[in-house]
């Protein structure tokens, strides 16, 4: 049966996630609904990355299968969907191509700023404390030597692996913003805010960076902090 990509890009702000849930509105449950709309029809949608409750993707994609003859109908369907989701394109695949186990990689990017701004007001996490940039460099690299994310991710997964392989992990200057940028095959829950919390850590000399890779090894969430916000975290890509 054909099968078709859709490019979405989204504000997660007022959603409970990416994927559909019970008794709470998500992405996927909007871009299926402009669907229904639309085509007349109900598809049933496979997500490529699952992001939280309030994280934003930049790029992020679902696919589908159907005999009926599908065109790129962007367009309309935004004059659908709220505001706040977009679809990019739709566009026709391999019938086998797999939007979640074909992603070879997906990058995220957590934006810290210091100075109050309100335009950048749920897009980027209000923290005005100093931050040592050599020391959350250091704990950026210390990322790059672990596969196993124990750790970092959140209780009450189904996950049935912890590990994960790190391409790329630095903290980076951008505008008014310090920005964690990490790559990888794949994510755990809450993975990059447990990551950035415990580095911030790190950052403002509460703890070593040496203490950061004991917590590695303890693969013992209660260890990471997770407090940072959602709202500083964006899925940036997805790369096939």
């Known amino acids: 049966m054909p099968r078709y990509f859709i490019e979405v890009s989204y504000m997660g702000t007022g959603y409970s996630g990416f994927q559909v849930q019970k008794n709470a509105n998500s992405v996927q449950a909007e871009v299926e609904k402009a669907l229904l709309i639309f085509y007349k029809k109900i598809f049933e949608l496979t997500g490529s990355s699952r992001t939280d409750a309030g994280v934003h993707a930049?790029?992020?994609f679902f696919h589908f299968d159907t005999d009926s003859e599908i065109n790129d109908d962007s367009y309309n369907l935004n004059a659908i969907l709220p505001a706040d989701i977009v679809?990019?394109?739709?566009?026709r695949v391999d019938d086998d191509a797999h939007c979640?186990?074909?992603?070879?990689?997906?990058?995220?990017?957590?934006?810290?700023?210091?100075?109050?701004?309100?335009?950048?007001?749920?897009?980027?996490?209000?923290?005005?404390?100093?931050?040592?940039l050599d020391l959350v460099q250091k704990a950026a690299a210390e990322v790059l030597k672990h596969q196993d994310f124990t750790s970092f991710s959140k209780r009450n997964t189904q996950v049935k692996s912890f590990l994960c392989n790190i391409h790329e992990s630095e903290w980076i200057v951008k505008k008014d913003c310090l920005v964690y940028k990490i790559k990888a095959n794949r994510f755990l829950r809450g993975m990059v805010k447990g990551l950035v919390g415990t580095m911030l850590q790190v950052g403002r000399e509460k703890i070593t960076v040496e203490?950061?890779?004991?917590?590695?090894?303890s693969k013992d969430c209660t260890k990471a902090d997770f407090s940072v916000p959602s709202e500083g975290l964006f899925l940036c890509k997805v790369e096939f």
């Open 211 to 217: 203490e950061f890779g004991d917590i590695f090894q």
């Open 87 to 91: 679809i990019k394109k739709i566009f």
């Open 58 to 60: 930049l790029q992020n």
């Open 100 to 132: 979640r186990f074909d992603a070879g990689s997906r990058e995220y990017r957590y934006y810290i700023f210091s100075e109050k701004n309100p335009f950048l007001q749920d897009r980027a996490y209000y923290y005005p404390f100093p931050v040592n």
